[in-house]
Every structure is written in C-alpha cells, then in structure tokens.
C-alpha cells in the first residue's frame, strides 16, 4: 500500500488548461489529468499534448500528479501510454481493467516507452474487472501496482443498473473491490460522485465509503476536496488513539507483549501498525511511552477502541 495519503484523489479533464492551472493550487492528495472520459474523440491529441506538457511542467501542490490513458481497447491507448510515460508522472491509471494481463500489457508499454519507474494504478469498474480483481491486484509486485480505483459510473452502465445515489446495489462490488486490494496490500480509491453541489450527500457516500474500507474517494470538483479530506483523514480521537498505542508498545515495560491496555480497552500487536499508519496520514509525532497511561495522555474517554478492530 503506498505510504502516501489519497484521501481525495482529483481528476481534472486533460484537455482543460485552466482545470489543471487550477489543480495546481488545490489541496487533493492526488491529481489525475484525464485523457479518457473526460475528453471526447475529436479532442484526443490535443489532450495528450495538454497533459504530457502539465506533467513536465509540474507545480502541483498535491504529492502525486497522475494520469489515466484511454482503454487498450481503443486506437489512443498505445500513444497515450508511450506520451504519458515519457513525461514520467508519478502514476499512470489503466481504465477499465479486465484482467491481470491487461496490467501486464501496460507495463510492457510503459517499460519501451520510457524505461521509467512509472506506477500502475488500475481502475476496477466492469462486470469482469469485479469478477477479476483478486487476479488483477495479485500481480501487483509484477507490475508496479499501487492502487485501484472503483469506478461506479461505468460499473453501473455495465450491470444495466439505473443512475441514483443509492449505492446499495454495488456494495458488493465495493466489498469485492476493497477486500482485492487489502489482500495484495494496495490502497482502494472510492469511485466519483457526480453531483458536486450536493455536499451532504458527497459526505454521506464518503462516510459509506470509509466504512466500507476504502481509504479515499474520487473527486471532480475543487468544493468536493475538503469534505474527502476531512472524512478518509483521522480526525483528533484517531490521532489520539494511535499515539496512545504507539506509546504503550514503546514501553519497555510492554516489551514481548501481544497485547495492552489502551484507553480503557485492549489493543494488540495488529493495532500497532493501524496506529503507525494514522499518524504518517496525520503527520504528528507519536506520544513519548511514559505519557500513554499516565499524566498527560489523552483522556480514555474520547476514543473506543473497538472501532479499530
């Protein structure tokens, strides 16, 4: 799983320069410039030219600037991958991935192009990409695969499910999704919510989307960012769960321990590296040993740890 935080993962149309001027300055975790969906037929090359130039300009505040390439499928894969590569973003994201071969196929392409140590992201939104997903996400350490992406948009098209924001029909697709990804250890991206000026239902599918595993959403507009990175982020009761964890591992009073009171509950050696990862999201500093069950810890009261189980 990358060590990076993709609470909000922005896609940004790649034929739309002041979109990406724009992104430049927003707080997303991630910004994927689309050459797919997001650019109609006519407007393919131009695209292409957009992003491979926007990558090698750089300047984005988020951490990881990506881009997703049109399906192998369709005549713009190849040059998309090849003018992609070789301006060497941080990722690039294969659409509607059916199978592990398809990923394979990609790096082979990537690899000829540029010889660069481009990532793989994989977007997991067909019937067969569902069905497929254990396979696609095991060749993960084959291929440079960092993550994957639910795509609930073309996922919905491809079941012949109607348009709504009940989700209910593709919870386990979601399941299906995020239990792939966890197993080869791969971050799992929540797929896009298409009405953006309806921030309490964004938040809702987001707090969905949490439950359900995934550690951020997909956004395609600047107002959904904060509530992405707000939800998928720790809030200060995760914070101060995981520094009390930390601390009480840390003590060497707890050395060979499997298990130790925290907070007024149990937590084990599994807890340890959960409580780590909060705190790298975070960016704060773990409590020194001393302070976890004495003067200055934080109070028992405002975390249970039976969420982090």
């Known amino acids: ?14 034929i739309n320069l002041s ?19 997001a650019v109609g037929p006519d407007m ?76 793989l992201w994989a977007n997991i939104e067909t019937c067969l990409g569902v069905l497929e997903a254990r396979d696609i996400a095991g060749v993960a350490a084959t291929v440079g695969l960092d993550a994957v992406v639910f795509g609930q ?7 012949g499910r109607r348009p709504s924001k009940d989700r209910r029909m593709l919870h386990t697709a979601m399941g299906m999704t995020v239990l792939a990804a966890r197993a080869a250890g791969l971050a799992a991206i929540d797929g896009v ?21 995934f550690e951020g959403k997909a956004v395609i507009h600047p107002a959904q960012i904060e509530a992405a990175n707000r939800i998928f982020g720790p809030d200060a009761d995760d914070v101060a769960w995981a520094q009390a964890v930390v601390a009480a591992f840390g003590d060497p009073a707890n050395a060979g321990l499997g298990a130790v009171k925290v907070m007024g509950g149990m937590a084990e050696r599994l807890h340890l590296d959960q409580a780590e990862r909060i705190l790298a999201t975070a960016g704060v500093p773990p ?23």
């Open 153 to 159: 948009n073309d996922l919905s098209r491809d079941m």
């Open 44 to 119: 393919k090359t131009g695209a292409r030219t957009a992003v491979k130039a926007a990558i090698a300009e750089g300047g984005f505040r988020a951490p990881l600037v990506a881009a997703r390439v049109n399906g192998a499928d369709t005549p713009w894969a190849r040059d998309d991958i090849a003018a992609v590569a070789a301006a060497a973003p941080d990722a690039i994201l294969i659409p509607k991935v059916g199978s592990a071969g398809a990923l394979k196929e990609a790096r082979e392409r990537i690899t000829a192009a540029s010889g660069s140590g481009v990532r």
């Open 1 to 14: 799983m990358t060590a990076r935080p993709l609470r909000s993962v922005l896609f940004v149309p790649g």
């Open 287 to 309: 409590l020194a040993p001393a302070m976890q069950d004495g003067e200055g810890a934080p109070p028992a009261s405002k975390v249970d740890i039976a969420p982090k189980d």
């Open 19 to 37: 979109a990406i001027a724009k992104a430049r300055t927003l707080e997303a975790d991630a910004v994927i410039l689309d050459l797919e969906d």
């Open 193 to 213: 919510f298409n009405d953006f000026t309806d921030l309490a239902a964004f938040e809702a599918e987001c707090l969905e989307g949490r439950a359900y595993g």
